[in-house]
């Protein structure tokens, strides 16, 4: 077990004293569980809370800030927060102004977050939730019924924490939300399973010189086995079948909003040479790619991998994509 | 080999030719492979060029930028780039206030920033170097003669670049950015080695439950093998090891900037439970954090892995790491 830490029971806990040591800006507390922006009450803006399992660092406790989200709740490894978490949150952040959850699929988020928002609604706190559901490559998988949310969740929490920065009111927030959901579609590859604290060894087995098709964020595998192939024809697998249903959204002429992000153990040099073939295969389609952003942003522990999130934008996406954002790991304009 | 590429013949040029599709604001020559900011000749500033073998990233090209860099020259993976990049990039940045070679120090990279000076300098280019050498686990190695240079490149970047941007002449960039070098101490970890596209096998065999102490940042060995230890034990070992130098520079009062950084392939998660551990082993040593950053900025490939740099900084120091600073991995303040 190659990894960097005191125990699998105390990697969560552990993580958040590391944020805390190196985030004065963050209101971290490890015990419950939430990391809230220390200025979220402020200004009277409507509240962006999201959470989900541990170990897609930097989603989402590396989110929260200035035009993002307002606070994040994470659970254990690959396990959905429990409601008190959302509760504890949703309270903290709220200016009276309401808070819209952002929900990644997955069947345990989905019940915790909606008994969350029953709690919340109880206390006065008014909810809207959104639920994302980007990822093309399967539909009912070991964590979810319908599609999984992945790398959309990104740009519904960058692009909903603008509007929500920007004074918005909560129903204009969760329909922006909704409206990037639906925009939105992933697709991810793994070079390698990854290997959770609490197991130990690889959560599937992929033989050197193998790729899975259509992986998720949680080491399931994926929806084909194939030998490797370049760089050039995954990037026009992952294209092709993420801009088959982007396609149908928005006028053809709109641009696009692409993200290349990496699944934990994939080097940035790989990641950027990557994209240039993600780039090319939407230039062949004549999709116009507006901003594009290459890194390790939702990621499944130490996968080997990446995935393609492409969002179809049209100005007021664009703007609101472009307007500041300052949190752990995404910042610019401010 | 689980690798996300092409062919091992094109990686550094199709990363650059993906750096240019996400980065507009960079001129990237993925030919030439020099990677340089469109302002650099604006505002009659010193320029700052560093450059070095890929496989580092974002060292150096994701430091280029406002604040930090104004031109990165990437070798070959693991391989210095030739005098020929250096000096194209020193004429493209240079507005008559002189250039600051910023050189690790590695054999290849000494001789070939030495030789790119004397080509600058008698196309009248006024050129002073610094040479990184903060890493206190080797002395000699397959790579260099005396300490290798590793995470203290990032801090002599960014505090040299701030420097620069406020408009500092040339001889105080460079003294600024020897001091920060000999202010700096690293000390790294490894949890796997990593592997070159050229060789596609891994660099040295490191047996589950193991890990090397003292490793660099080419997938070189490092000087002591043990069996696999908690975070907390490999902190207080990294920590004892930098604290030893450091602790020899400046006032004992003065705070330290700390730099928690991932090989490439050890996730977030983790990463950000070590920096508690680093935090606390220089917490009851009675030494002061004034700021610390964690994630993966000086990376070995795909190595599993981290290093901690410590730099003693006082007030100035911790001033200039404040200032604003814009490239594609490092963000703030603007």
Redesign the interface.
């Known amino acids: 077990?190659?990894?960097?830490?005191?125990?699998a029971d105390?990697?969560?806990a552990?993580?958040?004293?590391?944020?805390?040591?190196?985030h004065p800006e963050l209101e971290v507390d490890a015990d419950k569980r939430v990391v809230v922006r220390r200025d979220a009450r402020e200004g009277g803006r409507v509240g962006l809370v999201s959470g989900g399992g541990?170990?897609h660092?930097?989603l989402h406790a590396?989110f929260v800030g200035l035009g993002m989200l307002s606070a994040a709740c994470p659970g254990e490894?690959f396990t959905s927060p429990v409601p008190d978490q959302m509760l504890r949150a949703a309270k903290a952040v709220d200016s009276g102004q309401g808070v819209l959850f952002v929900v990644k699929n997955y069947t345990g988020d989905v019940l915790n977050f909606e008994m969350a928002a029953e709690l919340a609604e109880d206390d006065g706190v008014r909810i809207e939730q959104v639920l994302v559901n980007d990822d093309v490559a399967v539909t009912d998988s070991l964590y979810t019924a319908g599609r999984r949310g992945t790398g959309a969740t990104l740009f519904v929490e960058k692009i909903a924490g603008a509007a929500a920065e920007e004074g918005a009111p909560l129903e204009r927030v969760a329909a922006l939300a909704r409206r990037v959901n639906e925009s939105s579609r992933s697709f991810g590859?793994a070079?390698?399973a990854c290997t959770t604290p609490a197991k130990g060894s690889p959560t599937f087995d992929l033989p050197?010189?193998e790729l899975e098709l259509g992986i998720g964020i949680h080491g399931e595998p994926g929806r084909e086995r194939r030998p490797?192939m370049?760089?050039?024809e995954?990037a026009e697998t992952a294209v092709a079948a993420v801009m088959e249903e982007v396609a149908k959204v928005g006028p053809a002429e709109d641009p696009v909003l692409v993200l290349?992000n990496g699944m934990?153990?994939?080097?940035?040099?790989?990641?950027?040479?990557?994209?240039?073939?993600v780039?090319a295969a939407l230039a062949a389609r004549g999709v116009q790619?507006a901003r594009?952003?290459?890194g390790?942003y939702v990621?499944s522990?130490?996968m080997?991998?990446?995935s393609v999130t492409v969002c179809r934008a049209d100005e007021e996406l664009v703007r609101l994509w472009d307007a500041p954002v300052?949190t752990a790991a995404l910042?610019?304009g401010?």
């Open positions: 077990m190659r990894m960097l830490i005191n125990s105390t990697v969560v552990d993580a958040l004293r590391g944020m805390a040591a190196a541990s170990g660092e930097p590396g490894v590859v070079l390698s050197d010189g490797m370049p760089a050039r995954i290349v934990g153990a994939t080097p940035l040099l790989e990641l950027y040479g990557f994209h240039a073939e780039a790619v594009s952003l290459v390790n990621t522990l130490d080997a991998g990446c300052r910042r610019w401010c």
